[in-house]
């Protein structure tokens, strides 16, 4: 109860932050003990906390790599970012999270790029009040929030473990999570019914692919302790946050959701 009314409040907590904290005032004091050519991948930066996330980074001198569905969008926000911060280097490349193909197109074309990748930020996300199915007939939920960025980690976590050990700089990997995972209950979790959509849901479908991720972090975490790399990988919630996922459904902010 005590941290819920600091975070309502926006007061500071241990790190000397808030819920009233800016991306700008998190990053002011350590812009200028960030590497030089640091490169960070984002998905989902065509809007919300990725455009926030890539316009900030490209702000204090990071390289930013932005996977985006809809590049029109895309281009959109580097103008702004650009206009902002005129050297920033922004670069776009095309992903369709919820299609196993194109994440694996996207890994090949920015792989074939030869950049350094220093921090991973999973963040593209998408709530859906109906059943739908990818290209691969998974629930599209599950497909887009957990597989799509269970797959691109996977077919990158190299990468980024390379490039953290040539450079001596720690990596980040970064997976959007949501603190709904915990509306889950155990005896409704059910990656079968994930995949196929049984008694869909649109909230708990939404709640259970945030689970799903906060468990892959925690395997991957166990998996790059046991490799002995030089990368760290945690699962955020970000907050209350006005964002289209949450405009796209009152349950999500009121907690009417049954499981």
Partial sequence: ?????????????????????????????????????????????????????????????????????????????????????????????????????????????????????NILINNAGMYSQNLEFSEEKIEMTFATNYLGHFLLTKMLLEKIIDTAKKTGIQGRIINVSSVIHSWVKRSCFSFNDMLCGKNYNGTRAYAQSKLATILHVKEVARQLKERNANVTINAVHPGIVKTGIIRAHKGLITGKYKA
């Fill in 1 to 117: 109860m005590k941290a819920t009314l600091r975070y309502l409040a926006g007061l500071a907590g241990p790190s000397g932050f808030g819920s009233n904290s800016t991306a700008e005032q998190v990053t002011e004091d350590c812009c200028s003990l960030l590497p030089s050519n640091l490169t960070a991948l984002i998905t989902g930066a065509t809007s919300g906390i990725g455009a926030e996330t890539a316009r900030v980074l490209a702000k204090r001198g990071v390289r930013v790599v932005i996977g985006a569905r809809d590049l029109r969008k895309a281009k959109e926000v580097r103008e702004k970012i650009q206009k902002e911060s005129p050297h920033a280097e922004v670069i776009l490349l095309e992903i369709d999270l919820s299609s196993f193909a194109s994440v694996q197109r996207f890994c090949s074309e920015f792989l074939a790029l030869e950049l350094p990748l």
